[in-house]
């Protein structure tokens, strides 16, 4: 039996950031620092810098201010999220404490009766929106 997901990568990715979140959640800011520069240390040896050199240093500060970079766009984008859940949330108040506005028109009948004589029927129809 195959199961079939659709995915929404805006939830998914505030779900990943979710995940982090509670997982760093678990840790010391120094440990998280601790490991954040441990694994920027190993991403900079794989792409081949030497440890102690200039070239290391540099791929380390970069691996820093790029992960301080997404954690800034991270954070712009939940309170772009929270802003317009707060905006969509006024908006249902201020709807659901109005009273319905009536849209009225008249409505014109026209019949010919049988010996001739015409008949003009005429009523207001009002609808609420």
């Known amino acids: 039996m195959a199961l079939s997901v659709r995915v929404d990568w805006n939830t998914a990715r505030i779900l990943a950031v979710g995940m982090a979140i509670s997982l760093t959640a678990c840790v010391s800011s120094e440990e998280q620092r601790s490991i954040d520069m441990a ?12 440890p102690g050199s200039q070239a290391m240093a540099m791929c380390m500060a970069n ?8 954690a800034d766009r991270q954070a712009a984008d939940n309170r772009e999220w929270q802003r317009k859940r707060d905006e ?10 109005r009273k319905p506005e009536q849209k009225c028109k008249v409505v014109e009948k026209v019949t010919t009766r049988e010996d001739g004589t015409v008949m003009t029927d005429r009523e207001q129809v009002c609808s609420a929106f």
Do not use: H, I, P
């Not at 694994?39 to 030497?50: A, I, P, S, T, V």
């Not at 820093?64 to 970079?69: G, I």
């Not at 969509?88 to 404490?97: A, L």
């Open 39 to 50: 694994n920027d240390k190993q991403r900079c040896e794989q792409l081949g810098f030497e």
């Open 63 to 70: 691996s820093a201010a790029s992960r301080s970079a997404e």
């Open 88 to 97: 969509d949330f006024r908006r249902m108040q201020e709807r659901s404490e």
